[in-house]
């Protein structure tokens, strides 16, 4: 899509149907209509991509950040049957704070609190983990004098840079470093308060993240799993079987809070919204962890609650109470909840 703008055929479509409500994703394949993602459901469009010259088709992946008039993408290419296709995720231009997403006042304060130690934000893609983490920064840089660092591949949101008393350097990886490890590795050199890791995807990244944590920083980072339980699991998966058990005591220690996020949608106010379930530390949730025994991390949810805990059934209580209605899955013949229980059961079986 070179030279794609706000002038060209593609560009014009592309704003209009950005403007509307509900509008996250783009779907463009050459000669084809394009599709797009309303509140969750795709939709196809009348209009089709036409190239105005033949494109060299190169293998493999690739992901980028572009923008088209006012508005910015998170773009992904890919190739399929021989044709390029390009995914198109349309970033927001403010960065909401917590209140306007829900964001639960426990983890706020902690997050606001803390002076080291590893914050999790947890959920499928396309829950809003992004969106909670800037958040979550944005309040926090608004009221403390810190240096935060973020890796990002690409940079989504764009922080403001005045009338804050804080310093964000923000780097896109394959811009601005190469490599993901050795560039947060060299952070840690840099003076940093708060470092955003983005996604752990490595023992590399999980082990020097843990390291970060132990040494003073506040890390916040983000994995695709759907439970507190489950985030434990997957992270301590992540390190190499000799250093694991030194991993987990140190995991025991210095992780602050799991938060694990799902979007559901309200028919009625044709918009989506958030529930949650968050683990904070306690000295019960630390020993639990220490032991291994992660599969008692949900009691320590439902008996946490007077602590400024939640398990997504306490959680969507709230949202009911005040005015959300969401909506099950009927194509499926099972609720929503059935539906996450059972991907919850899947990846447990994974993991064993």
């Known amino acids: 899509m070179e030279g794609l703008n706000e002038s060209t055929p593609l560009g014009e479509r592309l704003i209009q149907l950005a403007k509307g409500s509900g509008i996250s994703d783009f779907y463009i394949t050459p000669w084809e209509p394009i599709a797009y993602r309303r509140n969750g459901d795709l ?7 036409q190239p105005e010259r033949e494109l060299k088709i190169i293998s493999g992946c690739a992901d980028y950040a572009m923008v088209v008039g006012e508005y910015r993408f998170r773009v992904n290419r890919m190739v399929s049957r021989g044709r ?10 403010e960065i909401p704070n917590c209140d ?3 964001v639960p006042p426990a983890a706020v304060k902690a997050f606001l609190q803390a002076k080291n130690g590893l914050f999790l934000i947890c959920g499928a893609t396309g829950s809003g983990k992004t969106t909670t983490i800037a958040s979550l920064n944005l309040h ?3 009221r403390r004098r810190e240096h935060f660092i973020t890796f990002e591949d690409p940079v989504e949101y764009i922080y403001p840079t005045k009338d804050i008393p804080s310093l964000i350097s923000q780097r896109e990886i394959g811009e601005d470093d190469d490599d993901f490890a050795e560039a947060l590795r060299g952070s840690l050199r840099q003076a940093p308060d708060v470092i955003m890791v983005g996604e752990i995807r490595d023992s590399e990244t999980a082990e020097i993240a843990l390291q970060a944590a132990e040494t003073g920083h506040v890390v916040v980072a ?4 759907s439970s507190a339980a489950q985030t434990v699991q997957r992270f301590l998966k992540l390190i190499p079987a000799e250093r694991v058990e030194s991993a987990q005591s140190t995991l025991a220690d210095i992780l602050r809070m799991i938060l694990c996020q799902r979007l559901l949608f309200d028919e009625q106010r044709g918009k989506r919204f958030a529930t949650h379930e968050m683990l904070l530390q306690y000295d019960s949730v ?3 962890i220490r032991r291994g025994e992660f599969k008692k991390l949900d009691q320590e949810l439902e008996t946490g ?3 400024g805990m939640c398990s997504f059934d306490s959680s969507m209580s709230s949202r009911i109470s005040e005015g959300w209605e969401p909506i099950g899955r009927k194509d499926t ?9 059972f991907l919850e059961l899947e990846e447990e079986i994974e993991l064993k």
Do not use: C, M, Q
């Open 43 to 49: 939709v196809f469009d009348s209009f089709i991509y």
């Open 84 to 93: 390029y296709r390009w995914v198109l995720r349309l970033l927001p231009t």
């Open 100 to 102: 306007e997403i829900s």
């Open 140 to 142: 926090r840089a608004k």
């Open 222 to 225: 983000t994995l695709h799993t």
């Open 286 to 288: 630390s020993n639990l």
């Open 305 to 307: 609650t007077k602590r």
């Open 333 to 341: 013949g099972f609720t929503f909840n059935e539906v996450e229980e």
